[in-house]
Structure formats: structure tokens, C-alpha cells
């Protein structure tokens, strides 16, 4: 029997067996079962044995590696969370793999999960799980340990335009009929099993199920699992979701774990925008269903009564939603949940798309506190009025710890690593660390003599003195170039500000080869924009603080000699940072630095930190502004810098 909880409507099958009929097809089952159980049992007894004999695959650690690697080996062993600052160039991938592995028999554990930020760091996981797997098969045999890679829905879906169900899409139909010998092949064998999302893909298509749903399943079955941050802090991070309904004891890695909280803070907030509700209007479902159609309307007025009550204010921070705006968007929901399961074969992607912002919009209404802000401000598109619904209205999280600190608690242990990681106990306040929690910062394996590192305090970058300070710019970038010609990434606060002072390079030194990161840029110009880069080459590339090239790429050697900083990187003045920097002086009594600092000097570092890859390594960073000469961000900087302060 079904029963519809909306509708109350109850659908009941009959069906008639025989007592025989129905052991016969018990005992089947339980044969199944017992032959599966018996084959885990068997790959976790050949895994952790396996595990304690892996041996590191290099001949010896690199420097600060070791100390690395046994921080985290105790960390997984006494059920603790540390906060590792390690700087580039020690290994930090394979020294968090490594001991981590290791620990997994010793503590009973039965995942591990390896968690980036981006596709770079995921890369990196998966090329150090392959080279263990290589040296452990040549020193002893094959590492039976199975090793999944779990990418977002939309670069693994093969039919976007598809719902993700039977009756729409053909990789849906049939999915848990053709899913167990799918899920057979993938780990077919139980040596050296790395399944990265092309491996995903090709099992899943050979068996004519959907890849990205065939990776969930085979995340029940993988020892090491390797994917985007959103599956386990997110609100429905699978990773999390499985671990709490399996009782699983399990291990996290944390990679560019400065990164975790903007991105948390992005988990954790909702946006509607006055376009997506029009789109939604719009639809052809809205046009067809009279009752969607009122329901949005009805969201409509609401959220324009609000708007006309805030007229001509740039911005408003709320106590809380307001009831009617509420009660509609509850309403909306409901009509829309409803007719989209008695219809699961439709596909309407802006009216669930509005569904699914609205729902992430309630989820956060009901938890509201002092870790977040509901504000409401005009949209900044070209059509915006004044007093119309072209009022944007968010719940925008500012302290993701209470969201966080359930998910360290479910895990085992847990490491979070980086190179910037300054001051702990901002990372440590903000990410819902347990008050238990381990710091290390690493040594740095860099000598002084490594790196010269220039303060240029005459030059203010500041918004007001920007003109005035191009030509001095210019003047310090092609006198460092003269003196040492080689490539150079010069950074700065905007594209804006980039194209000002690199229409100016060009003009004054049309001779010194120089390019430009744009917006928007795609993987193939992002690759194209690095291949500039070689060991022979000679130029500048001019490239924004916190986008694509001011971290996560590895230029060694010649392939990148220094780094010109325009900008301290402090966030942009705003009243939205503004009301930020008030609730962070409330909560943890240093708005500015909470706000403003701590983020921009991070930045800094990162992309500085580009320059010196190796103890070979010989390098120039000019940091131009006179606020780095100031104390408090002369902490924030790495203790291995010799600054001169010309």
C-alpha cells in the first residue's frame, strides 16, 4: 500500500504467492545478501592489512613533511581535529594522504573523504592515491583500496534537459534494475580500483544508468572518497547524510581549508532575485496551472509590498522575513511540490528552479540567529527601479560555525590544511571548530635568502588614489623587469584597476611582453594564459587578487620568478561588508580585522606564495602599498619573509 501524505489518498496492489514461492524468493535474497556481506568483509580484511604495511612512497619525507604527516597520524589517532598551516612546496597532499591511510586500521575507520575547493585539489588527491597505489604494487602487490571521485551534477549529467527520473530520462529508467551489475564491474577488481569521473562514466554508460547517480552508490562502497566541499558541510552533503545513516566512522582531509568560509557561508545563505521569480511567471507550467499561477502572484504582491515599504533605502537589514512573505512563499512551494508529483514526468527548469532558492530560503528562515543576516537591497541590473520588486532579498550567513560544528562531530577526525591559515583563532571562531581542537604551523623549508620581498609604502592603492598611483607602478614593475628579466604575475583588486595599469605598462613598454587574465575566462584560456609561463619566457601577466591564478597553480623554477601585489585585498567597501564588519565587532569584538584584514592579507599570502615552489626556487615579491609597512599586517605574513621597506 501507498499512502499520499498531501492528498491522504491511500493505492493499495494485491498480490497472491505461495509460502513456497515466497521462501523460495527469501532464501534467494538472503543468498545474495550473504555472498555480498562476505565479499565487503573480505575486501575491509585485505584493505586494512594491506594499509598497514603501505610504506611512504618516497625514498624520504621532504622537509616539514614529516612533521606534517605525523601531526595528522595522531590527530586521526586521538579522535581530534587539527588546524595544520603547512607552506607550499612541502607535500601537503601526500603528507595528509599518507598517515591518514595508515590510521584507517589502527582506529577502525571505514572512509576517509578528501574535500577541496576546487577541481585542482581534487586532481591532486587523485594523482597522490594513484602513486601510492603504483609503489605499493611494485614493492609488495596491489593496494586493494578503492578510491571514488565525486563531481558536480551538472558535469556528469549526459541529459540536462531531462528530469532525473524514469519517465523522462532514459539513463533514470530502469536505473536499479541495471545498477547491481554496474556496481559489480566498478569493483570488479579489488586492486588498485581508482574510479575518477571518466572511469564513472564509462561504467555507467556501458550499463545504461546515469553516471552521476551510479557515483552516489559506489560512495557506499569506496575507502577513499574525493569530491567538492558541498558533500559533506553542505545541508544535504551526501557524504554527511551517509555517514549519519550508516554510523560510519570516518576521516576528513580539508584541503585549502581557507577557503571554507566563504564557501560555507555560501552553503548556508539564500538569495531570491526578482528575475527568477519573473521567469517562474513566465513558464509554461505557470501559464498552464492556475493554481501555480496564483500562488506566484501572490508571492508577487508580498514581496512587492516589501519593497515599496523600503523605497529608495540601498540598503536595509531585517529583524527577520516578514510573516506574509513567508505564508506566501510556504504556499507557493506546496502548489508547486504538489503538482510536480502528480506530473513527475514534466520538466520545467525555471519554475524548480525558483522552488528549489525558495525552499533553501525557508530551511534558513527557521533557523535564523545572530549567525546570519536577512537584508533586502536593490538589484544592481540596468532595469532596477526604485520602490519596484527589483529588490533582492537574502539571508545572507556571516558565521557558518553553528552549521558546522554537528558536521566535525560526526566525523571521526577531521584535518584542515593550508597554507594561510593566520591567525588560528579566526579560522578556528568562524569554522565551528571543537575548543579541543590542535593547531601546527609548520616550519617553512624556505630560507630568507630564497626570496627578496620589497614593500613599496610611497604607493597608495587605495579606490581615491588609483590614478595617481598607475605611473609609479608601471615604473617599479619595468625597473624590477630590467633588472632581472624572467615572468612576472602582477596583481590587483579588480579588472578595472588591471586594465588601467596595464594600458599604461603597454603605452610606456611596448618592447616587455605582457598578458591579461579577462572575466569570464574558460579552461582553455585559463590554460592558454598559464602556458605563457615557460622556462624560456620572458613577460608579465597581469591577473586579479583571488581569482583563478592567484592560487592553486604550481609555476616552478623559471617558469615564475615574481609577483608584483597592488593591493592590500582587503573586500570592497560596501554596506553589505559594512553591516559584516558590525556583526563581527558584536560576536567576536574585531570587526575590522574579521571583516576587512584577516581576509585581504589571506589573499595576499596565497598568491605570493606562487613565487617560491621549491628550496631551488629564487624569487622578488613587491608588495605596493604603504599599509603593508603598518604592524598588524606585517604579522599576517609569512615569519620566513625578510621584508626591506624601501
Known amino acids: 500500500m501507498y499512502f499520499d501524505i498531501d492528498s491522504e489518498r491511500e493505492t493499495v496492489f494485491t498480490e497472491h504467492w505461495s509460502a513456497a514461492a515466497l521462501r523460495e524468493f527469501f532464501e534467494a535474497q538472503c543468498a545474495r545478501f550473504i555472498a555480498w556481506a562476505r565479499a565487503e568483509a573480505a575486501h575491509r580484511n585485505a584493505r586494512d592489512a594491506a594499509l598497514q604495511e603501505l610504506a611512504f612512497p618516497h625514498a624520504d619525507f621532504r622537509a616539514g613533511q614529516r612533521a606534517l604527516a605525523e601531526a595528522v597520524y595522531r590527530a586521526a589517532m586521538q579522535q581530534r581535529v587539527l588546524l595544520a598551516q603547512a607552506p607550499t612546496g612541502i607535500g601537503k597532499t601526500m603528507g595528509t594522504l599518507f598517515p591518514s591511510l595508515k590510521a584507517m586500521p589502527a582506529r577502525g575507520l571505514d572512509k576517509l573523504f578528501y574535500l577541496a ?123 554527511h547524510n551517509l555517514t549519519q545513516a550508516n554510523d560510519w566512522r570516518v576521516s576528513l582531509l580539508v584541503d585549502e581549508a581557507h577557503n571554507l568560509v566563504d564557501r560555507a557561508r555560501g552553503m548556508y545563505s539564500a538569495t531570491l532575485l526578482p528575475h527568477t521569480l519573473k521567469q517562474a511567471r513566465d513558464s509554461a507550467t505557470a501559464a498552464q496551472v492556475p493554481r501555480i499561477k496564483k500562488a506566484l502572484a501572490q508571492v508577487r504582491r508580498a514581496w512587492g509590498a516589501l ?47 525558483f522552488q528549489m532558492e525558495v525552499l533553501q530560503m525557508q530551511r534558513l528562515a527557521e533557523s535564523l540567529d545572530a549567525h546570519s543576516i536577512v537584508d533586502l537591497q536593490p538589484c544592481r541590473s540596468p532595469t532596477a527601479r526604485a520602490g519596484s520588486l527589483d529588490m533582492e532579498i537574502c539571508i545572507r550567513n556571516v558565521v557558518p560555525a553553528p552549521f558546522l ?50 614593500v613599496a609604502r610611497r604607493i597608495s592603492t587605495r579606490y581615491a588614489h588609483r590614478s595617481a598611483s598607475v605611473a609609479p607602478i ?76 592567484a592560487e592553486g597553480i604550481d609555476l616552478a623554477g623559471d617558469r615564475l620568478i615574481g609577483a608584483f601585489l597592488a593591493t592590500l585585498g582587503l573586500p570592497q567597501f560596501n554596506p553589505v561588508n559594512e553591516h559584516l564588519r558590525e556583526r563581527m565587532q558584536q560576536l567576536f569584538g574585531a570587526g575590522y580585522d574579521f571583516a576587512y584584514l584577516y581576509p585581504g592579507v589571506q589573499k595576499v599570502v596565497q598568491a605570493a606564495g606562487r613565487v617560491i615552489r621549491t628550496t631551488e626556487d629564487q624569487g622578488v615579491i613587491h608588495l605596493i602599498d604603504d599599509r603593508f609597512a603598518r604592524a598588524e599586517v606585517q604579522r599576517l605574513l609569512p615569519a620566513w619573509w625578510k621584508l626591506d621597506q624601501r
Open 117 to 239: 575547493a576546487k577541481t585542482s585539489g581534487r586532481q591532486l588527491a587523485l594523482g597522490a592515491m594513484r602513486h601510492l597505489q603504483e609503489a605499493h604494487s611494485q614493492q609488495a602487490r596491489m593496494l586493494p583500496i578503492r578510491v571514488l571521485e565525486m563531481v558536480a551534477r551538472d558535469k556528469a549529467c549526459e541529459h540536462p534537459d531531462k528530469a532525473c527520473h524514469g519517465e523522462s530520462c532514459p539513463l533514470a529508467q530502469g536505473f536499479y534494475d541495471r545498477l547491481p551489475q554496474a556496481r559489480a564491474e566498478a569493483l570488479a577488481t579489488d586492486a588498485n580500483t581508482l574510479l575518477a569521473q571518466a572511469e564513472v562514466r564509462q561504467v555507467a554508460l556501458a550499463h545504461g544508468i546515469c553516471p552521476y547517480y551510479l557515483s552516489q552508490e559506489l560512495a557506499r562502497w569506496a575507502d577513499v572518497v574525493v569530491g567538492d566541499y558541498n558533500y559533506f558541510f553542505d545541508f544535504g552533503g551526501l557524504l
Open 307 to 353: 519593497a515599496r515599504e523600503h523605497e529608495g533605502s540601498p540598503y536595509v537589514v531585517l529583524d527577520a522575513l516578514p510573516p506574509s512573505l513567508q505564508a506566501a512563499l510556504s504556499q507557493c512551494t506546496q502548489v508547486i511540490g504538489e503538482h510536480f508529483a502528480e506530473h513527475p514526468e514534466r520538466v520545467d527548469a525555471d519554475l524548480q528552479g
Open 405 to 454: 560544528a554537528p558536521r566535525w562531530q560526526a566525523a571521526h577526525s577531521a584535518v584542515l590544511f593550508s597554507a594561510t591559515l593566520q591567525p588560528a583563532e579566526y579560522y578556528a571562531q568562524l569554522l565551528g571548530l571543537p575548543e579541543d581542537h590542535v593547531w601546527i604551523d609548520v616550519a617553512s623549508p624556505f630560507q630568507a635568502d630564497q626570496l627578496k620581498v620589497h
Open 474 to 549: 608601471v615604473q617599479l614593475m619595468a625597473g624590477q623587469f630590467a633588472e632581472r628579466p624572467g615572468n612576472y604575475l602582477a596583481f590587483f583588486s579588480s579588472y578595472e584597476y588591471l586594465e588601467q595599469v596595464a594600458d599604461a605598462f603597454a603605452l610606456a613598454h611596448p618592447h616587455i611582453p605582457h598578458w591579461r587574465q579577462s572575466r569570464g575566462m574558460r579552461e582553455s584560456e585559463q590554460s592558454a594564459f598559464l602556458d605563457q609561463f615557460t622556462t624560456t619566457s620572458q613577460g608579465i601577466g597581469f591577473a586579479v587578487l583571488g581569482g583563478a591564478f
